[in-house]
């Protein structure tokens, strides 16, 4: 059962105005719906104005004074994975009190929640908004306020202004978030024969429709433009063959065993900003380090190591 996010704030209020420098993201990279906005950040060019902090992958352990299955801040920490510590991990900066953990910035502004994504307003030292569906949305509408480095006629446009097309993305956003993104967790977290079943004939049965719908030629989802519904997409299937086959028991097919979605991954992945917005070390390590005994799984090597995989459509099953 998903908690729903509690700070439903937007950039453009009057309280939170569209200025650069003055937003600030929290972030674990193992995490799907972070992977969302760190995409986001990326592909709209943000990556200047909006600052960003990214938390250790595996949370706090049951020894910890503050509890246990808490976000930390802790780039000291080792991955067991690569028995060192992970480059990407930082300390807590956007609150400029150094804090250790993502509770702390929820108590800070009265509240009991402790997820992320969390969009932190750095002027104000407030939660602007802790739902990723919202944070991408209004990044996209607010790029050019918020300081984008690509020209506005250069920029992808996520949220396209088209209602036929918006209509056709809240369908596909609505189909992928209920038997996908969250379709993998129903099915990997169940522990029941029959709940895990049905999600995971769901997701299947997804992919497969949207194998079909790629198969007009079209490059991405909405059609000719990359759009949400692309980028709320990904993350899923970038995890699907080197993590989620295996940890979420979705060992049905590989997204190699579907042509157009194989290529499909392979095109997003070659996007700029697409590739440095997410790491599967912090995935394996974050979905495989703090299940059955931590220790992670090697594979898959065949055809090819991933994320190198992604870097040949070629590979797609003819
Ligand atoms: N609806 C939220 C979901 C965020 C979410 O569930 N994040 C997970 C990490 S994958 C989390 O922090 N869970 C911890 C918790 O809720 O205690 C969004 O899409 O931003």
Same mark, same amino acid.
């Given at each position: 059962m998903r908690g729903v996010s509690g700070f439903r704030h937007a950039i453009g209020e009057e309280e939170f105005p569209a200025e650069p420098g003055r937003y600030h993201l929290f972030v674990a990279l193992n995490c799907p719906w972070c992977h969302r906005v760190t995409l986001a950040r990326s592909v709209l060019g943000l990556q200047n104005s909006v600052t960003m902090d990214v938390a250790f992958l595996n949370r706090t352990g049951d020894d910890d004074p503050e509890g246990p299955n808490l976000w930390e801040f802790a780039p000291d920490r080792v991955a067991s994975l690569t028995g060192a510590t992970l480059p990407e991990c930082t300390v807590e900066?956007?609150?400029?009190?150094?804090?250790? &953990?993502a509770k702390e910035i929820y108590r800070a502004d009265d509240s009991e929640e402790q997820s992320l994504p969390i969009l932190y307003d750095k002027i104000a030292g407030?939660?602007?908004?802790?739902?990723s569906a919202d944070i991408i949305r209004m990044l996209d509408v607010a790029a050019d306020a918020l300081g984008s480095t690509i020209p506005t006629a250069e920029?992808?446009?996520?949220?396209?202004?088209?209602d036929m097309l918006r209509q056709h993305l809240y369908d596909l956003n609505d189909l992928i978030y209920r038997t996908i993104n969250n379709g993998a967790y129903k099915a990997g977290f169940s522990s029941d024969q029959r709940i895990y079943e049905a999600a995971f004939d769901a997701y299947f049965e997804t992919l497969e429709q949207l194998e079909k719908l790629l198969s007009d030629g079209r490059p991405f989802l909405l059609g000719v433009h990359f759009s949400e519904a692309d980028l709320r997409l990904f993350p899923t299937l970038y995890r699907h063959d080197p993590v989620y086959n295996m940890r979420m028991k &979705?060992?049905?097919?590989?997204?190699?065993?579907?042509p157009n979605l194989w290529r499909w991954l392979c095109r997003v992945y070659a996007l700029?900003?697409?590739?440095?917005?997410?790491s599967l070390v912090h995935c394996r390590q974050g979905y495989f380090g703090r299940?059955?005994?931590g220790v992670v799984p090697?594979?898959?090597?065949?055809?090819?190591?991933y994320p190198e995989a992604y870097l040949h459509p070629d590979l797609a099953a003819l």
């Amino acid at each position: 059962m998903r908690g729903v996010s509690g700070f439903r704030h937007a950039i453009g209020e009057e309280e939170f105005p569209a200025e650069p420098g003055r937003y600030h993201l929290f972030v674990a990279l193992n995490c799907p719906w972070c992977h969302r906005v760190t995409l986001a950040r990326s592909v709209l060019g943000l990556q200047n104005s909006v600052t960003m902090d990214v938390a250790f992958l595996n949370r706090t352990g049951d020894d910890d004074p503050e509890g246990p299955n808490l976000w930390e801040f802790a780039p000291d920490r080792v991955a067991s994975l690569t028995g060192a510590t992970l480059p990407e991990c930082t300390v807590e900066t956007g609150t400029g009190r150094g804090l250790r &953990l993502a509770k702390e910035i929820y108590r800070a502004d009265d509240s009991e929640e402790q997820s992320l994504p969390i969009l932190y307003d750095k002027i104000a030292g407030r939660i602007v908004n802790n739902e990723s569906a919202d944070i991408i949305r209004m990044l996209d509408v607010a790029a050019d306020a918020l300081g984008s480095t690509i020209p506005t006629a250069e920029r992808v446009r996520l949220y396209p202004d088209d209602d036929m097309l918006r209509q056709h993305l809240y369908d596909l956003n609505d189909l992928i978030y209920r038997t996908i993104n969250n379709g993998a967790y129903k099915a990997g977290f169940s522990s029941d024969q029959r709940i895990y079943e049905a999600a995971f004939d769901a997701y299947f049965e997804t992919l497969e429709q949207l194998e079909k719908l790629l198969s007009d030629g079209r490059p991405f989802l909405l059609g000719v433009h990359f759009s949400e519904a692309d980028l709320r997409l990904f993350p899923t299937l970038y995890r699907h063959d080197p993590v989620y086959n295996m940890r979420m028991k &979705l060992n049905g097919a590989r997204i190699l065993d579907y042509p157009n979605l194989w290529r499909w991954l392979c095109r997003v992945y070659a996007l700029p900003g697409v590739a440095n917005a997410g790491s599967l070390v912090h995935c394996r390590q974050g979905y495989f380090g703090r299940s059955w005994n931590g220790v992670v799984p090697s594979g898959p090597f065949k055809p090819m190591p991933y994320p190198e995989a992604y870097l040949h459509p070629d590979l797609a099953a003819l």
